[in-house]
């Protein structure tokens, strides 16, 4: 193994032993703390109110008591909330940071493999030494790239400070303050990354346990039907979009079967090699349903033979960059990005997310 091979081996190790999955669900916990203290904190101090329009100096003792405890928890909602935004930040970072690795990888494994042949196909000499220097150029930039991914990916994660609890009322904790953590299964991600040290990471077996609660979506792929509040593999909700992947980057919806994209929100479709949208606003624009039957219906891109076939994927638009490029980076890009959201997919699964099992398609390509 080469020193590039073994650096990005390393960053992208690291950059996938943050579990954004459970950082989500911390998060989702400390809103859920937020919220009730907000609420508490309502109630108290109506009561207080009602207390005080009362005769009585006890009831007047207690209604600053209860307006003081109001207070108090007031602060704690704030602080929950502060906790809870930093955590939600620090999910959805390292759920861009995953995609961006499974991208990476995928790129490695080509160069990784473009070298194995060149060095099989050309004789000893300047051929193979070239091809050598050439693909270990490509896999130190990757190397490079997973780098700067994780530091960036460490930076977000120093962020999380967790928050101080205001003082409890009538002599609790006092004006020392006492620091909150941010607690919960997430801190072990970000921990692993932020702290250059982390255990061996535990898989759940990809796609495990999804008998009798799984359906084969419109793609071929084979996707649990229970709520994942933080998947971003679509399950039975999103339709004949089921089992697509929504990018946790740029929000579109990613085929691992084809590795086609649409913006759900413009309603069009993605020029494979611009990554700009194209064509006419389709019905998709407000409904994610009607690709079974609909436009691009088509089972796998590993049959994409030229220009005529890639707009079938398109409900025969054909997207611009073909007329001037031809086909042949947009069958690239197509093949990159359906390994990419199906390596990002079982990954996912793996944490705990939607178990996934990838469409033939996504098979065919290595996925």
């Given amino acids: ?36 203290a907000g609420a508490e904190s309502g109630a108290l101090s109506g009561t207080a109110r009602r207390a005080a329009g009362e005769p009585g100096v006890g009831l007047l003792r207690l209604a600053d008591r209860l307006q003081a405890t109001s207070s108090w ?21 390292s759920a861009r940071a995953s995609e961006k690795a499974a991208r990476l990888d995928v790129e490695f494994d080509e160069w990784r493999q473009w070298q194995l042949e060149r060095n099989e196909q050309l004789p000893d000499g300047m051929g193979v030494r070239t091809a050598n220097v050439e693909a270990e ?92 509040p933080s998947a971003h593999v679509l399950g039975p909700e999103g339709g004949d979009f089921a089992g697509w992947v929504r990018s946790p980057s740029t929000g579109f919806l990613v085929d691992p079967a084809t590795g086609r994209e649409f913006d759900p929100v413009a309603g069009r479709w993605i020029d494979p090699v611009t990554g700009e949208p194209f064509g006419e606003v389709t019905e998709y624009a407000t409904r994610l349903s009607g690709l079974g039957a609909g436009p691009g219906a088509i089972a796998t891109a590993g049959g994409l033979t030229g220009a005529a076939t890639i707009a079938g994927l398109y409900g025969g638009a054909v997207p611009p960059s073909i007329g001037p490029t031809g086909p042949q980076q947009a069958l690239r890009n197509l093949g990159l990005r359906s390994r990419a959201a199906t390596r990002f997919a079982l990954h996912e699964a793996s944490l705990g997310g939607r178990p996934f099992t990838p469409p033939p398609g996504a098979s065919a390509h290595g996925g």
């Fill in 73 to 93: 928890a007031e602060g704690a909602a704030t602080v929950a909330r502060e906790i809870a935004d930093q955590l939600q930040r620090a999910a959805e970072r």
């Fill in 137 to 228: 150029e490509q896999k130190e930039r990757l190397a490079a790239e997973a780098r700067r991914e994780l530091e960036a990916l460490g930076e977000e994660f120093a962020r999380v400070i967790g928050g101080t609890a205001p003082p409890a009322p009538e002599g609790g904790a006092g004006p020392g303050a006492t620091p909150v953590a941010a607690g919960g299964g997430g801190m072990a991600g970000v921990a692993g990354v932020a702290g250059g040290s982390f255990g061996p990471m535990t898989f759940h077996e990809a796609g495990g346990g999804v008998a009798g609660r799984a359906q084969v979506a419109p793609n071929g792929a084979v996707i649990g039907t229970e709520w994942h």
């Fill in 1 to 36: 193994m080469s020193a590039a091979d073994s650096a990005f081996r390393d960053a992208v190790d690291r950059i996938r032993s943050s579990d954004y999955i459970s950082i989500f669900a911390a998060a989702g916990a400390w809103i859920a703390l937020a919220n009730s």
